[in-house]
Structure formats: structure tokens, C-alpha cells
């Protein structure tokens, strides 16, 4: 039986930039905020933002961001492998990241905030604001998020929306890295992120925070993204994510594309692909386990509520009628841009 973490009362050089027992929850003003994890308290965070991380305990220390880069530079660790899940959003990423939370054998950290902050520096404008200072974080982040408890250890990031407008920097100091893009065709895209107001607040915030990574994606330099309703800021979010993953898919063979309705509908084979493309086992009868338990019968943010596949498809039954009408005028105005057809848009190679 594995003995529990100790957890750690000290930041330890020696150590710090080989295991994750500390963990760089978010760059501050002048400062990174550090918090102590085990590997329990990284599979009880579903996310690892200041407000939902948990932490292993209250301690938390405030390092100079200079200082933490100058200790990393001169140090020059090696950057680890990562298996990256890229995703469009209200896809199934948290189900994913959750169903590959395997104890010992990955290392699963969701949404990391600092990845997150850099993406969005960079995208709010489409340059960061202090690109130099922007270069040696996203190495210091990235190397950081490589950390692992065992060298046999998979390292499973699970990114956010504006990661992926930086796909490019970060892949380019993750050669090794393998991954998948997971994606919602557009109509379950539309339906998915319009269905609430709360939902489509979160569309128009998104949009305004990458709004120059939007303007910067062959084929949309001309939209102003955060002057869009809801249902074209949504058209305008899903292709330019879509465009954005097809090109790391055709030109980084390790990342696949995966379409989640493959992972609703069938995820007792999506698993051990997905595990298999990270150089991990998972047998099929642990992967039948998996896709026949708890996990996949209840919402994967919310888990006290029951939300299986069957109950996903009524719901996007049901939107799709009441809805119908904005999905038109967002397919029609998509359309318009000349950045896409209405046809699927492909991304090879795919997973499944």
C-alpha cells in the first residue's frame, strides 16, 4: 500500500524543480504564489486556480519572480514530456482529465492558472505585453508542469481556452510532448455554450480576452470578436479554436484529434488510445471499469448530478429546437467571414 505524501513545510531548491510537492499557483504583481500538493490533493483539485486548487495544507510562500526565474535558469532542468489535453471548451475535457486520473501511474493538473494567465497576456492583444519577461515565464511554467512523483509517471495537463493561441511557443518547448484536441462539432458547440446566460456571459468574457488571438488567426483578421452578440461571438470562438487545433494536429504527430462525442459514446476504447498515445498501459477491462462507472453517469464538474450520455443527447435535443433559430443566423454568419464552408471542419490525425 503507497504511504501518503508528506507534505512539505519548506521549499526545497534541491528538489523544487524536479518533483511538483510545490506547486505555482498563479504569477502575482512581482511575486509567483506557491502552495504545497500531494498527489492526493492534485486528483481532489477538478481545477487548480486559486479559488478551487486544494491545497495539502494552509502554508503558502511568496517567491520574487525574478528570483524564482534567475534559480531556473541557472539550474536549466530539463523539460519533461506532457500529455496536453487541448479543448474548445463544454466538450468533456473535465471528463476526460478525470477518467485518466489513474493513482501512481499519471499525474493529472487541470487548468493550471499560470498557463492560463500567460495565454491570456499573449492573446488579449495578440503579443504579450513584456514579450521577453512573457518567454522566460512560459519556460519556467512549462518546465514546472513537467514535474512528476516517478520517473514512470505521465504528466497529464489539461489546458484552457486561451492556451490554445499559444499552441505554437509551448509545443515549441515541449518537442516530446504528445496530446489530444478535443473538440464539439459546431451546432453541440453553439447549443452547449449558449444555453444559460451564465453560459453566454462566459462566451462574451472569453471572446474580449482573446480577442487578438482571434484577430490573428489566418482568416479572421478583420473580426472584432468582443463586439459580437452571444450566438456570433460563439460561431467566432469555435472556428478560430478549430482552426487553431487543425494546424497542431497536421503538424505535430503525436497530438490527435478526438471528437467528444467518440468519448460520450464510446470511451472504453478512447481511454486506452488516449493512454496508449501517452506511452502508458491501460487495460481494457480497466478502461470497461472506467467507461461503465460512476464517472461517466454523473456531470464531470458537478459530480453530485446525474448527467450520463443518454442525458447529454436530450438536453442538445432539446436546445437544438428551442434554439434553432441563432444557430442559423451564427452558421449564416460564419459562413460570411470565408473562413469556413459549413462543411466538417477535418483534423487528422484523429485518436479514434
Not at 2 to 19: K, L, Y
Not at 81 to 94: E, L
Not at 211 to 224: H, M, N, S
Not at 302 to 331: C, H, K, N, T, Y
Request: proline residues 9%.
Amino acid at each position: 500500500m503507497t504511504q501518503p505524501d508528506p507534505v512539505p513545510d519548506r521549499i526545497d531548491a534541491e528538489t523544487f524543480f524536479a518533483r511538483p510537492d510545490i506547486y505555482p499557483v498563479e504569477f502575482a504583481p512581482g511575486q509567483v504564489n506557491l502552495v504545497p500538493m500531494t498527489r492526493e490533493t492534485y486528483r481532489r483539485s477538478i481545477f487548480t486556480d486559486p479559488g478551487r486548487i486544494v491545497p495539502a495544507g494552509p502554508r503558502a510562500w511568496q517567491v520574487p519572480t525574478e528570483r524564482l526565474l534567475a534559480e531556473f535558469e541557472s539550474r536549466g532542468p530539463v523539460q519533461r514530456p506532457i500529455f496536453f489535453i487541448f479543448h474548445i471548451a463544454h466538450c468533456g475535457s473535465t471528463l476526460l482529465a478525470r477518467a485518466l486520473d489513474l493513482p501512481d501511474r499519471t499525474l493529472v493538473i487541470r487548468e493550471p492558472f499560470t498557463l492560463r494567465q500567460l495565454a491570456a497576456d499573449a492573446a488579449a492583444g495578440g503579443v504579450p505585453t513584456d514579450p521577453a519577461v512573457w518567454k522566460r515565464c512560459l519556460a519556467l511554467t512549462s518546465a514546472l508542469l513537467g514535474r512528476r512523483y516517478t520517473d514512470e509517471q505521465v504528466v497529464i495537463v489539461k489546458a484552457n481556452v486561451p492556451v490554445n493561441f499559444i499552441l505554437d511557443p509551448l509545443l515549441a518547448l515541449n518537442p516530446d510532448c504528445a496530446g489530444v484536441a478535443l473538440y464539439a462539432g459546431f451546432e453541440d458547440y453553439l447549443l452547449s455554450v449558449l444555453k444559460t446566460p451564465m453560459h453566454r456571459r462566459w462566451v462574451l468574457n472569453v471572446c474580449q480576452q482573446v480577442a487578438g488571438g482571434i484577430r490573428a488567426t489566418p482568416g479572421l483578421g478583420e473580426v472584432d470578436a468582443a463586439a459580437l452578440e452571444p450566438p456570433r461571438a460563439a460561431a467566432c470562438l469555435w472556428l478560430a479554436q478549430m482552426l487553431r487545433l487543425r494546424s497542431v494536429t497536421a503538424s505535430h504527430e503525436r497530438i490527435r484529434s478526438l471528437d467528444c462525442r467518440l468519448l460520450f459514446e464510446r470511451p472504453q476504447s478512447v481511454l486506452p488510445a488516449a493512454m496508449e498515445l501517452a506511452d502508458a498501459d491501460l487495460p481494457v477491462s480497466e478502461a470497461e471499469a472506467i467507461a461503465g462507472g460512476e464517472l461517466f453517469r454523473r456531470h464531470a464538474k458537478d459530480p453530485g448530478r446525474q448527467f450520463d450520455s443518454a442525458a447529454r443527447d436530450r438536453e442538445l435535443a432539446s436546445l437544438a429546437e428551442r434554439m434553432a433559430p441563432e444557430v442559423d443566423s451564427a452558421r449564416s454568419w460564419i459562413m460570411s467571414t470565408g473562413a469556413w464552408d459549413g462543411a466538417p471542419v477535418p483534423m487528422e490525425p484523429a485518436l479514434l
